[in-house]
């Protein structure tokens, strides 16, 4: 019989040295897979890091691109009313300018009425013009000015002449020379008027 504990003896070494390999390829791999696994969470983590970074920066510009977008709106809505009031404005001064060309006219049928009255001429026509030219008037907010009593107001009142009288109250109107008109609380034209002074200073 032949002696097999030679045989047996480098089969066992095979088998340890196997087992040995084995090991140490076992522990590669696992420290491999280990390594592998550490990167990608550290790639991950920059990803999201870059994520919430971009996220941010997006945040900012929506937040300056919205205070942007309100201050053009307020812009835009202060020049709409900028223009809105300067076309009531010129509507207001074009209709003012032509307000005073009819009070023009209007004033010369009271004058030409007043006239007509004193030599018995027939009225009725004049009359019933300007009954319609006062209610045009009206429409528009057109009102005459008070004068004649009424303390003297450089607002609403133009001195044409002073009489002295101590008889009289300081400043007040005793005489309307042109009568005024204001349109919607503006002064369209000033009563040009006559002012008392107890005594004009010299």
């Not at 870059?50 to 307020?74: D, G, Y």
């Not at 000015?145 to 133009?158: C, M």
């Amino acid at each position: 019989m032949k002696d097999m504990s030679h045989i047996n003896e480098n089969t066992n070494d095979v088998s340890q040295t196997d087992a040995e390999n084995g090991d140490k390829n076992l522990e590669h791999y696992d420290e491999s897979k280990i390594e592998t696994t550490e990167s990608e969470q550290t790639l991950h983590k920059l990803q999201i890091d870059e994520l919430k970074e971009l996220l941010e920066k997006e945040k900012q510009n929506s937040s300056l691109n919205t205070e942007k977008w309100k201050r053009a709106l307020a812009d835009y809505q202060n020049l709409e009313k900028r223009t809105q009031q300067e076309i009531i404005d010129k509507v207001s001064s074009e209709t003012g300018k032509l307000i005073l060309e009819f009070l023009t006219v209007y004033e010369n049928f009271i004058r030409a009425k007043e006239v007509y009255a004193k030599e018995g001429v027939n009225i009725t026509g004049l009359e019933s013009i300007i009954k319609n030219m006062n209610s045009l008037f009206s429409e528009y907010g057109v009102k005459p000015i008070d004068a004649l009593g009424q303390i003297f107001d450089p607002n609403l009142h133009e001195a044409i002449s002073i009489v002295e009288d101590p008889k009289l109250d300081e400043d007040i109107i005793i005489e309307e020379i042109a009568k005024g008109y204001i349109i919607r609380g503006k002064v369209l034209k000033y009563s040009k008027v006559c002012v008392s002074k107890k005594m004009i200073k010299k």
